[in-house]
């Protein structure tokens, strides 16, 4: 199986998996606020903001992992790939315990540190023991999935990975009707995610029979890695940080209820993150390996085409939900939230600059990425410090304000230095072919059903409105983007990929 087929399937299921994970997130937020309360349901979303952010102790191994296993196996250097398998699992495993140590730690102080008592710090040391235990298992396995990538099944894993999403649904349905614990809930949710090790580690025996589960640390592995490993990590410490330590300085500056309300905000957001931000793992694998190759061409397909199809797909999400915002919130949570549509339609729109996705795994497929570094950090200090300025005053809308300027500072960066001098890509031919075309389109179709033919179809139905604005919102953008933005080489290869997969 070729690359490109290989990318249309790791999208194809990456954005099966994401619909999947857009269902639970949507049915999930507001059951739960309503069995657990809204304070409670806060402290999912605190232990789980903490947690993510441990992440950061990858150290760049996992975009370093999958950039090396596809360099060495294209170059079919199989000994290094096992080398670096069992040096990685020996990484991971005392990441693990560190990660478990830390946990266990906070969970020491999780009174004064987010100003609780009572039952409700009782509830969240347990929600970090549970967490201590899940994150030393998923650590260790982590390298699995980066192997299995390398070997551009990127569909495979996503489509592997909906059973835990699929029994996390059912585990919502259980929760509420055996009336279980907020701990409970969140164990056997943690643990689901444990399912697909048995397929991961029958996939690896499959393609890879020559790497060893036995975790052994080769030294020159290491310092080969290590350079660029450190290079992904001080980009990643930054990014990482923009992106969760923002609920977590609401806990810390705002309350616990603006935690929740950050957690049904990001409930819709991350549908549309997801859809950009996934697509780096999908073409990450044969952006490596077009690199290592040093095929100039394809990469200039990743660069232009890449980003046009990401962005129709990020505008499509973003615009879609921007025309039915209040409607959505309504039926989401209730008339007590739509407060919050103003909030909504903003952070929407900063999910635009994930249209950068297919260069980036470009990016990461290089090997010099210093000048990334340091505007991120430089981004990432002003954004969270005008998070932590604006949060006392603004609440949710702090994070939201923050994010923004922090992502705005970036595209900014990458248009006007970084493509253009050290990629050589044409920034211009970029947002003319790639971005600015879908972006109009998305506009005017979400002005068109949001204030426009809304008008004509409007009912007292909140669910008729809802659908009807959706329903419109589709036609109006798909009917434009096949008349403005599509070529004739565009629709030739969507219709090829339609009969090919239908």
Avoid at 305 to 316: E, P
Avoid at 328 to 336: A, K, P
């Amino acid at each position: 199986m070729g690359s490109s087929n290989k990318i249309a399937k790791g999208v194809f299921w990456t954005t099966l998996l994401n619909i999947v994970n857009g269902v639970y997130g949507f049915i999930s937020v507001p059951i739960l606020i309503a069995y657990f309360g809204k304070a409670d349901y806060g402290l999912i979303g605190l232990a789980m903001s903490v947690n993510v952010y441990l992440r950061l102790m990858d150290l760049g191994f996992n975009s370093t992992n999958v950039r090396f296993f596809s360099n060495w196996l294209a170059k079919k250097e199989l000994d290094k790939v096992r080398k670096l398998f069992q040096t990685s699992l020996a990484f991971y495993g005392s990441v693990g315990l560190l990660n478990a140590f830390i946990l266990v730690a906070i969970s020491c102080f999780s009174g004064s540190l987010f100003h609780l008592e009572g039952e409700q710090d009782l509830i969240l040391k347990h929600l970090f023991y549970i967490l201590a235990i899940s994150a030393f298992i998923s650590w260790f396995t982590s390298c699995f999935d980066q192997l299995i990538k390398a070997h551009e099944y990127v569909g495979w894993t996503q489509k592997i990975t909906l059973l835990p999403k699929l029994c996390q649904i059912a585990i919502l349905g259980v929760t509420v009707w055996c009336h279980l614990s907020i701990e409970w809930y969140y164990a056997l949710t943690a643990f689901s995610m444990f399912l697909v090790i048995p397929f991961a580690v029958h996939k690896i025996r499959l393609l890879a029979p020559y790497v060893s589960f036995l975790p052994v640390l080769d030294r020159p592995i290491f310092k080969t890695i290590l350079p660029y490993c450190l290079n992904i990590f001080s980009f990643s410490l930054f990014s990482f940080s923009i992106n969760y330590l923002r609920p977590v300085f609401l806990g810390m500056q705002g309350t616990i209820e603006s935690v929740a309300d950050y957690r049904i905000l990001n409930g819709v957001i991350t549908i549309v993150l997801m859809l950009g931000g996934a697509f780096v793992g999908v073409i990450l694998p044969s952006a490596s390996k077009v690199v290592a190759l040093g095929d100039r061409e394809a990469q200039d397909r990743i660069a232009y085409d890449g980003t046009k199809y990401i962005t129709i797909t990020l505008c499509f999400c973003c615009f879609g939900m921007m025309s039915v915002s209040k409607e959505m919130l309504q039926l989401y949570v209730g008339s007590n939230y739509l407060h919050l549509s103003v909030w909504l339609d903003l952070w929407l729109l900063t999910t635009l600059t994930a249209h950068n996705q297919a260069i980036s795994s470009l990016i990461l497929s290089g090997s010099d990425i210093r000048a990334i570094t340091y505007s991120t950090i430089t981004a990432s200090i002003i954004g969270l410090l005008v998070c932590w300025i604006s949060i006392p005053y603004l609440e949710v809308g702090g994070t939201v304000i923050g994010y923004g300027i922090y992502g705005m500072m970036q595209i900014l960066f990458y248009y006007l230095y970084y493509w253009p001098r050290k990629m050589h890509i044409n920034s211009g031919r970029v947002f003319r072919y790639s971005f600015f075309p879908s972006v109009a389109v998305g506009i005017v179709a979400m002005l068109l059903a949001r204030f426009g033919l809304k008008q004509i179809f409007w009912t007292g139905n909140d669910w008729v409105n809802f659908l009807m604005e959706g329903f419109v919102f589709t036609i109006l953008y798909i009917g434009m983007v096949y008349a403005f933005v599509l070529n004739t080489k565009d629709k030739g290869f969507f219709f090829k990929l339609i009969r090919k997969h239908a």
